[in-house]
Nanobody
């Protein structure tokens, strides 16, 4: 049974930092592209960042470029999202997702999802 478990969310002031983690089990982690999405109240789930199988291919949505960094540790079956210079508009539930066939920006293309972790940025 595949499980993706996010952690590291919380409340932070604007300009602060958080590091999200997503621990995967029940799948061959190195065979999956991993991604982070977020969803704010009343909005559609939004692509944030993705990373390829070995970490060599990385993609970000424009609004987080230069502030967020995605990485993975295949030995620990974990993907990370380092978030710096946080803004109130980054407030959302953040989800990690796994896709067998490489990265995609459409959330509907992903095979497995975590339960989400809340990130709240106060102004």
């Amino acid at each position: 049974q595949v499980q993706l478990v996010e952690s590291g969310g919380g409340l932070v002031q604007a300009g602060g930092s958080l590091r999200l983690s997503c621990a995967a089990s029940g799948l061959t982690f190195r065979s999956y592209a991993m991604a982070w999405f977020r969803q704010a109240p009343g909005k559609e789930r939004e692509f944030v960042a993705a990373i390829g199988l070995t970490g060599g291919n990385i993609y970000y949505t424009d609004s987080v470029k230069g502030r967020f960094t995605i990485s993975r540790d295949n030995a620990k079956n974990t993907v990370y999202l380092q978030m710096n210079s946080l803004k109130p508009e980054d407030t959302a539930v953040y989800y990690c997702a796994a896709r067998r066939s490489g990265y995609a920006m459409d959330y509907r293309a992903y095979d497995y999802w975590g339960q989400g972790t809340q990130v709240t940025v106060s102004s």
